[in-house]
């Protein structure tokens, strides 16, 4: 059983037994016992034990924005929002084999570059192995600290001696806590080496950066209660068949979340995309049916990218609804409003739409794009190969404007494109060099470039 407190009213001190004068103060009679902080059973409860009051201060009080380290790599500075912030603990997941390992490596030796104390702790690989890829990368110079460590005891130990700026721990699930009665890997003990991290980073001011493991879902591995533990979560993206990588933020406690940077992996490491539109579009041939490009917007940053649809009679009962690197649920949403307020049947028929380059696209401004690419292809007519397209459908066939019109615009512009089609409506500044077709909703869009409707 707990023992009782006793504080006094006056000046707040603390007692273990109660006396008719304060010691602290020198006041009679202010001295009473404290009311527990809760009444639950003992043992399940906070009971009587007190802590400590915690400092308040208001909305209007002004600090200073945290003060960021650059690594220099431009397109990982604007994914974590304009460097590295001091403090801070960050997720990184991918697919197996993807080039997190690179991107971390060649990141740890930027940031080393520039002055930055860095650890990098691999609990999979052996240290002569992080310095054989640091040799491959040319890296071998940077001023990277390596060790090769599962242990969370030993691991924190260290950082406490060695006191670096960043620290890369590869990954969370290796580590593993003595305190957890079970084996590494699991949910138990990447919740507590997760949360272990995230609270000795904020207690120290040491950046850490963590590696997760995918599962086949592409969600990382282990309870999602650790994405909530983290200020930054980045999911490291691409196909295997294809040489660029992205690098996409989905929380962001210190920037803007849905930032993107692009790389291109290389036989000396990942190298940076400074224009991802001309990069998506490079291997586009001349105009086909089927192929529309859609002027979008990722993060902060326009992106232009090649929208390929293909649609063919089915041989089966069930006609096949295949897409790569959409939202297949808005793929059927987009042949139902064609199908009932244009009157343009897709029964029968096979649908295949492919966002080209492996670009995965969730924003709805793509609706538009998608039902040029669905039309071109049905009727077999192109449409002109310097046109972009972008807006959003609704259910009632209206088409409604998209943010950042004029960004899209200046994008498409700076690659050669000369005209672009895009919803009527919203506020849209001229660029010089585009012109701009704004149909009023999905019939008349029909109607204009495909004849029908």
């Known amino acids: 059983m707990a023992k009782p407190s006793f504080s006094c009213s006056a000046c707040g001190a603390s007692f273990t037994k109660w006396s008719g004068r304060c010691e602290g103060c020198g006041e009679w009679n202010t001295i009473s016992q404290d009311a527990g902080l809760s009444t639950g059973p003992a043992g399940k409860s906070l009971g009587a034990r007190r802590g400590h009051a915690v400092a308040l201060s208001d909305l209007a009080s002004e600090e200073m924005p945290p003060p960021r380290a650059l690594s220099g790599i431009e397109e990982l500075d604007r994914v974590l929002g304009g460097g590295l912030v001091p403090a801070s603990a960050i997720l990184v997941g991918g697919d197996p084999g993807i080039g997190k390992s690179t991107l971390l490596l060649q990141a740890a030796a930027a940031f080393a570059r520039k002055g ?55 990954s969370i699930q290796t580590m593993w806590a003595d305190n957890v009665d079970s084996a590494p890997g699991s949910v138990s003990q990447v919740r507590a080496s997760a949360h272990e991290l995230t609270a000795f980073a904020k207690r120290t001011g040491i950046s850490v950066v963590m590696v997760g493991h995918v599962t086949k879902e592409g969600q990382i591995a282990g309870p999602r209660v650790v994405e909530h533990m983290v200020d930054t979560v980045l ?66 940053r326009p992106v232009l990218v090649e929208l390929q649809a293909l649609v063919a009679p089915s041989p089966h009962s069930q006609p096949r609804r295949t897409v790569v690197g ?128």
């Open 116 to 170: 930055l104390k860095t650890l990098y702790v691999s609990g999979e690989e052996a240290s002569a192995q992080v310095r054989m890829r640091a040799r491959r990368l040319g890296l071998a110079d940077a001023p990277v600290q390596l060790a090769s460590e599962t242990n969370l005891r030993d691991i924190l130990t260290t950082l406490e001696a060695e006191k670096p700026g960043l620290v890369i721990i590869d």
């Open 326 to 453: 959409w939202d297949g649920g808005r793929l059927a949403m987009i042949l139902a409003v064609l199908e009932a307020r244009c009157g343009i049947p897709f029964a029968g028929l096979d649908v295949y739409l492919n966002v080209a380059g492996g670009l995965k696209i969730s924003e709805p401004a793509a609706d538009l794009a998608v039902a040029a690419a669905l039309l071109s292809a049905r009727e077999d007519q192109a449409l002109p190969a310097d046109t972009v397209v972008f807006g959003e459908i609704s259910l009632s066939g209206a088409l409604r404007p998209a943010s950042q019109t004029e960004n899209r615009l200046k994008e498409a512009q700076k690659l050669g494109f000369t005209s672009a089609i895009a919803p009527a409506g919203g506020k849209t500044a001229a660029v010089a060099g585009i012109a701009l077709k704004r149909p009023s909703d999905l019939v008349g869009f029909v109607g204009e470039f495909f004849g029908a409707g």
């Open 235 to 300: 999911y490291f993206e691409g196909e295997r068949g294809h040489q660029f990588r992205i690098l996409r933020s989905v929380k962001n406690r210190f920037g803007a979340a849905d930032e993107i940077g692009v790389f291109e992996m290389t036989g000396v490491g990942l190298a940076e995309v400074s224009n991802p539109s001309a990069l998506f579009l490079s291997e586009r041939g001349a105009p086909s049916p089927g192929s529309v490009v859609f002027a979008g917007i990722e993060g902060t």
